[in-house]
């Protein structure tokens, strides 16, 4: 109900605004007030603004702090649970790319030109490496120890040692993207997209060597899913396509809208973002269809947090603003059938029927009432029902006409699910008379059978 208000509140807001202000705000302003008006009447995403364009965040490993870069001189230290810029530290150049150690104690930041090292706890800037050109993305080995830095100008990714930030070896891949490492059937390996070979590569994180290529077409972003065996590689330019690579082949592509920036996984959800202001929604496990939603803008990058249930996405329109995307699991109430039909049922008589409720969500559904607005439907409700994620109920119907002529009833299922709190099934029947003779010849054949 709040969100029903909210939501006719700003649609009534918006129409006053384009019937008096029409000529004075162009058209983009008011399909990106629309936006953001729905957004927020929906709860849909938190919208934090910033003083500059943003570019990238990342967090430390309780998830209690974000460090987010900007294409300002300075750098934004936000607290994840009260929302505010605790600290402003001044780098003196635009930092497109922040990564911060699994220990919380430092973030290395990718400048235009020079790889930085932020102390988290004096935040003071020390200069690690310089001249870059452009770092498309960075990523710490498993234990920590080192940073592998995509340096994508340079054709090549540099290897550093986090204890003294030395560099120590450089991987020669022809315009690297995004880095990624990870742990499958041989060890600890590093994936590296290389946007020009049309390519990603394996490597073997001790020794560098390159163990394995599958081709793709210029890839942009990688993620894993499943048990490590579910890759997901977002295309580059104008491509929009997703695609999953299984047992080193791409098996399947899925259209995200064009020109991507960046994804995300959870453990069976894949999040795309666009230079086009979408957002592409793809279930790993379900039926694989793509969900788009329009915010306008242009996105950047989407990081998740490793601890709450959001995903911080990075958005550019003039300033800067990050949307905070909730994404906690929900209960999703679902039914196979939207209408139950009765048919002819005689006078008095009674014709059963069923309707099969089910939770596709990932928590519990709590079914908090079962109504019929018809004396002649009977249910066997069952207030304060929990359906737990995967299963269903089978809620059992029974239609006994009192009098003769046309059924239509409406069967209302309310739940705890957000999106669908009142779930509609529309029950139709028609009660008939048993003509006399009929009826007549009922009653002898009884009476014959006693």
């Known amino acids: 109900m709040l969100v029903t208000f909210w939501f006719l509140f700003w649609c009534l807001w918006l129409i006053f605004l384009t019937t008096f202000f029409g000529e004075i705000m162009n058209r983009k302003s008011l399909i990106l007030l629309t936006a953001i008006c729905l957004l927020v009447s929906a709860g849909y995403a938190e919208i934090i603004e910033f003083e500059r364009p943003v570019w990238d965040v990342s967090f430390t490993s309780d998830g209690s702090v974000a460090v987010v870069t900007s294409i300002g001189p300075d750098v934004y230290i936000m607290n994840t649970e009260s929302r505010q810029i605790e600290q402003e530290v001044y780098i003196g150049q635009p930092t497109v790319s922040v990564l911060v150690h699994p220990s919380g104690d430092f973030a290395y930041l990718a400048g235009t030109n020079t790889l930085f090292k932020l102390n988290l706890n004096d935040y003071s800037v020390e200069t690690v490496y310089s001249p870059f050109r452009f770092v498309a993305g960075m990523v710490f080995s498993l234990d920590g120890e080192r940073l592998f830095v995509s340096h994508t100008d340079g054709n090549e990714v540099l290897v550093f040692q986090v204890s003294d930030s030395q560099l120590i070896h450089r991987i020669p891949v022809n315009y690297p993207y995004e880095v990624l490492a990870a742990t499958d059937w041989s060890g600890e390996v590093l994936w590296v997209c290389s946007n020009r070979d049309n390519r990603i590569y394996r490597y073997d994180i001790n020794n560098y060597v390159r163990t394995l290529r599958v081709n793709v077409d210029a890839p942009k972003a990688i993620e894993i899913t499943g048990h490590g065996d579910y890759f997901w590689v977002m295309n580059h330019g104008n491509y929009g396509r997703l695609s999953w690579i299984f ?138 029902l929990t359906i737990s994620p995967g299963d269903n109920y089978v809620l059992d119907l029974t239609f006994t006409p009192i009098e003769v002529g046309v059924l239509n009833a409406t069967l209302s299922v309310i739940s705890n699910d957000p999106d669908t709190p009142e779930l509609a099934v529309e029950i139709t029947g028609i009660g008939i008379w048993v003509p006399a003779d009929e009826l007549l010849g009922r009653m002898v054949h009884y009476v014959s059978d006693l």
């Open 247 to 384: 047992d080193q082949e791409v098996r399947q592509q899925y259209f995200v809208q064009y020109y991507p920036n960046d994804l995300v996984a959870t453990e069976d959800t894949i999040y795309t973002v666009t230079d086009r202001g979408y957002i592409s929604k793809l279930n790993v496990f379900g039926n694989r269809s793509v969900d788009y939603t329009y915010i306008g803008g242009r996105l950047i990058h989407a990081v998740k947090n490793p601890v709450s249930h959001e995903i911080y996405i990075t958005r550019n329109y003039g300033g800067g603003q990050i949307y905070i995307l909730d994404i906690s699991p929900k209960p999703d109430i679902a039914i196979e059938q939207e209408s139950l039909e009765f048919g002819d049922v005689e006078f008095h008589r009674t014709q059963t029927g069923t309707i099969t409720i089910s939770n596709d969500g990932g928590v519990d559904l709590i079914i908090t009432g079962v109504y019929v607005d018809n004396d002649q439907v009977y249910i066997n409700s069952q207030d304060g």
